[in-house]
């Protein structure tokens, strides 16, 4: 069973709709076996509440950042963050899905990092965007996970 450490956190750089038979099909076009992400929050189409789907098992190895995959989990948000503002309602389903990893793993707040954040990176990047805060994301994690204990 692998030792998870830390959450990382990513964006997609696409539509909020954007599902996991999509990034799916992104990912094997690199090559790679499938979906690198273990979660995906996201909206099933417009105007539809967001919700989370499983990409990878957590149980192995994600593919989500270069060289900080083997004790970590991939959770990605669907958007662009790099030049929008999460929505509230985006905020708080990742917060949500987030808090629920570290409670399983034995986490702290403390321990998510943004995808930009978990440096030597071999994929170097502003993911999850320019407009999502790590701090503030980390505050949120941290009272998701009070109320879900």
């Known amino acids: 069973m692998r030792q998870i450490r830390r959450v990382i956190v990513h964006h997609t750089d696409s539509p909020d709709t954007t599902s996991v038979s999509d990034v799916d099909r992104w990912h094997r076009a690199r090559g790679w076996r ?13 105007g539809e509440p967001w919700t989370c789907d499983r990409g990878r098992g957590e149980e192995e190895v ?4 270069g060289g900080q995959n083997s004790d970590s989990i991939g959770v990605a948000i669907a958007g662009r963050f790099s030049r929008d503002a999460p929505s509230g309602p985006a905020w708080y389903a990742a917060a949500a899905v987030v808090a629920d990893c570290c409670l399983r793993n034995g986490l702290t707040a ?19 965007g320019r407009f999502w805060s790590m701090d503030a994301f980390r505050d949120l994690v941290a009272r998701a996970m009070e109320d879900q204990a």
């Open 34 to 46: 499938g979906i690198g992400y273990h979660w995906l929050v996201h909206r099933p189409a417009s």
């Open 62 to 65: 994600g593919a989500h950042d």
């Open 110 to 128: 403390a321990n998510v990092e943004g995808h930009r954040e978990n440096e030597p990176s071999n994929t170097p990047t502003d993911c999850p």
